[in-house]
Nanobody, 126 residues
């Protein structure tokens, strides 16, 4: 069982930055895929970015590429999402997700993830 706790959401003006954190109860040397998703009011939960827990490359949704950066600190068991140049359309509840590595290079569908955090709200004002 993996527990995920997000933090760092808030209200920011367009063009501003926020950094989200996801504290994960992942065992050292485990092989998990981590990701961020977001869900705007009345919309489906969408993929944002993914990163392997140990070895591998990151992958981003086109809508955030060049503005958001996903990273991890294995020593702190934490995954981050640095969000720059925020836009009003980035307003959503942001969720951290985890899944055991099952051999797929990029895992980006909600049904591929086993564990979810409670979400943190990001509001970008225009």
């Amino acid at each position: 069982q993996v527990q995920l706790v997000e933090s760092g959401g808030g209200l920011v003006q367009a063009g501003g930055s926020l950094r989200l954190s996801c504290a994960a109860s992942v065992r050292p040397n485990s092989n998990y895929v981590m990701a961020w998703f977001r869900q705007a009011p009345g919309k489906e939960r969408d993929f944002v970015a993914t990163i392997p827990w140990n070895i591998g490359s990151t992958y981003y949704a086109d809508s955030v590429k060049g503005r958001f950066t996903i990273s991890r600190d294995n020593a702190k068991n934490t995954v981050y999402l640095q969000m720059n140049s925020l836009k009003p359309e980035d307003t959503a509840v942001y969720y951290c997700a985890a899944a055991p590595f099952r051999g797929k290079r990029y895992v980006i569908r909600t049904d591929e993830f086993d564990y979810w955090g409670q979400g943190t709200l990001v509001t970008v004002s225009s």
